[in-house]
């Protein structure tokens, strides 16, 4: 979405080639250094994010046709990874993170200020078209913003998972005892926790990993799987697993399942959705595209697409019939395609700068350096 991980200045490439000696001097002249050289930004991550944003899109635009069986199967395949594939992405760029001024001002700037805005427009949204009660909590995110909260809160916890020695493992261990304990809806806690293995397994993620996922080898097999995936969601997964599993926000005592079968339940969903990430990469095509430059304006996608699909609910748009057919779920979904396509152009990108990339910079006095004693 961006994606919060659409902000990052560089990203990660193959070691740059030996720079010539062209910087040599004479013994008499003081040495000059080299420039370093500027890493090219690797159009992979770039198509990963747009053809994620466009599974995101086209998931909540069927939501309401989940009646007809192919479209409920769909919703909780999509569900089961899509949403893990952004953070793993987003948890990979985010390994340099620090506390530093700069990096400090992008997390307000690129997170904190889009949450609130966006926190107060779909609260508003809802008040005005929706005809609930007008309500605004920062705390208690409505709708879409429950990521930027999260993302937030994994961002800040980067330096903490990079000095521990086994971060997955003890990530994994917090996401299953998160699920024995009716944590508060404040912050987002359930999803916080329970999604945050996948934000650290992307911080433990190297190049040479995303590499072995672009060999024709891998792509086979991850078509595959992917296939598999469907059919399994489809005739066993779609009977017997309701949705609420893959939205990571309820304890197992409000999915009625004792922790045993919950923890159970939960390892399992990780498991499949780490293996369906992984088939979902192999699928991106690792050269330039025409949708490429997409990839780096998903969050307008994300925040703004969440405006048309709730004024569908609040009309009733959803209840013409044809919708409710497996067409009208396919129609459906392919202009939830085309709506994630146009959310990501330049065009909507520079007239929604000011929410989602706002110019900060009146807002923070000047960078300080530490005193030499």
Not at 92 to 103: E, I, L, P, Q, W
Request: include cysteine; charge should be positive.
């Amino acid at each position: 979405m961006t994606s919060p991980t659409a902000n990052y200045a560089h990203y990660p490439s193959s070691s740059p080639p030996t720079i010539p000696d062209l910087y040599a001097v004479s013994p008499a002249l003081p040495a000059v250094p080299a420039p370093r050289a500027r890493r090219r930004r690797d159009p992979f991550f770039d198509n990963a994010k747009f053809l994620a944003i466009v599974l995101v899109v086209m998931g909540h635009s069927i939501v309401n046709l989940r009646d007809v069986r192919f479209a409920h199967a769909l919703y909780l395949f999509v569900y089961t990874f899509h949403m893990p594939v952004f953070i793993v992405i987003t948890g990979y760029f985010s390994r340099n993170f620090t506390f530093s001024g700069g990096k400090a001002r992008k997390l307000i700037t690129n997170l904190g200020v889009p949450y609130i805005v966006f926190e107060t427009a779909y609260s508003t949204y809802h008040w005005a078209v929706g005809h609930s009660a007008f309500q605004i909590s920062l705390l208690d995110p409505y709708y879409l913003t429950w990521f930027l909260m999260a993302l937030f809160l994994w961002r800040l916890s980067t330096p903490v998972w990079q000095q521990i020695r086994w971060p997955v493992l003890v990530a994994l261990i917090i996401s299953l005892l998160s699920g024995m304990s009716d944590l508060p809806d404040e912050l987002e806690m359930h999803r916080t926790f329970g999604l945050v293995p996948f934000y650290v397994l992307g911080l433990m993620l190297k190049q040479e990993h995303f590499d072995l996922l672009k060999q024709t080898k891998a792509r086979v097999l991850g078509a595959l799987t992917l296939l598999f995936g469907f059919v399994f969601t489809f005739l066993v997964a779609d009977r017997h697993m309701t949705t609420e599993w893959v939205y990571w926000r309820s304890p197992n005592a409000h999915m009625h399942v004792n922790n045993l079968t919950g923890t159970g339940m939960r390892l399992g969903l990780m498991i499949a959705a780490t293996i369906l990430v992984a088939a979902f990469l192999t699928m991106v095509p690792a050269k330039q595209t025409w949708f490429t430059g997409l990839g780096g304006a998903t969050l307008y996608a994300y925040l703004l697409h969440g405006f048309l699909t709730k004024l569908m609910e609040y009309m009733g748009w959803y209840d013409v019939s044809f919708l409710h057919t497996i067409p009208g779920v396919l129609v459906t979904a392919a202009t939830g395609a085309v709506v994630a396509t146009l959310l990501c152009t330049p065009p909507v990108r520079k007239v929604m700068h000011w929410a989602l990339e706002p110019d900060m910079s009146w807002a923070f006095v000047p960078l300080r350096r530490p005193r030499r004693a």
